[in-house]
């Protein structure tokens, strides 16, 4: 196990936290993936038969950062809550996702989401696994569709993935390249 200099940690969480934040006004979140290793993981479950699952820089940027992140110009994912672990390497932040329609109302998915991220040193994550309540962030896509107030890109977004099957990066539940719940060293 690596311990690391608490300073450290929160110095690139408050690094990941401004870069978040650049992301949701510009709509691109590909530099995000600047801040994994080369060969670094990005996970999450999306539902009851598919894991999503990035191997590698280029897929983080492409997959997570790119493709799953089309079309959700007005979404943010303020984070309310981070927690460090110097000790172990690790961080959880718990962050709520917003979406704005057309209209600039403003609407909350209910329920908890958050990333929980493995530091590999030199301000680069190893791994990060998120969470989040998929069956109300669909239920929000679909009452956003049928109000009619999204942009062209995210009603693109949603015929694209509506007729693709399964999405670059998307795997049958228990069968990603990596495992969604990633190794873990003994702890403390």
């Known amino acids: 196990m690596t311990e690391f200099p608490r300073a450290e940690l929160e110095e690139v969480v408050q690094q990941w936290l401004a870069a978040n934040i650049e992301a949701e006004r510009s709509g691109d979140w590909r530099p995000l993936a600047d801040f994994f290793v080369t060969d670094g993981t990005y996970g999450w479950n999306i539902g009851p038969n598919d894991d999503v699952m990035c191997v590698g820089i280029e897929e983080i940027r492409d997959i997570a950062f790119g493709q799953e992140m089309e079309g959700l110009l007005g979404w943010r994912y303020p984070y309310q809550r981070v927690l460090i672990d110097e000790k172990l390497g690790e961080v959880l932040g718990f962050w709520k996702q917003t979406a704005t329609d057309t209209d600039g109302v403003e609407h909350e998915v209910y329920g908890l989401g958050g990333s929980w991220f493995r530091y590999a040193g030199h301000g680069k994550w190893a791994w990060q696994r998120d969470f989040f309540d998929f069956g109300h962030v669909v239920d929000l896509y679909v009452r956003l569709l049928k109000s009619g107030k999204v942009s062209r890109e995210f009603s693109a977004r949603m015929e694209k993935s509506a007729g693709a099957g399964r999405l670059p990066g998307w ?11 990633p190794p873990t060293e003994s702890t403390p």
Not at 171 to 181: R, S
Request: a negative charge; aromatic letters at 18%.
């Open 171 to 181: 795997y049958p539940l228990g069968e990603t390249p990596a495992p969604l719940w």
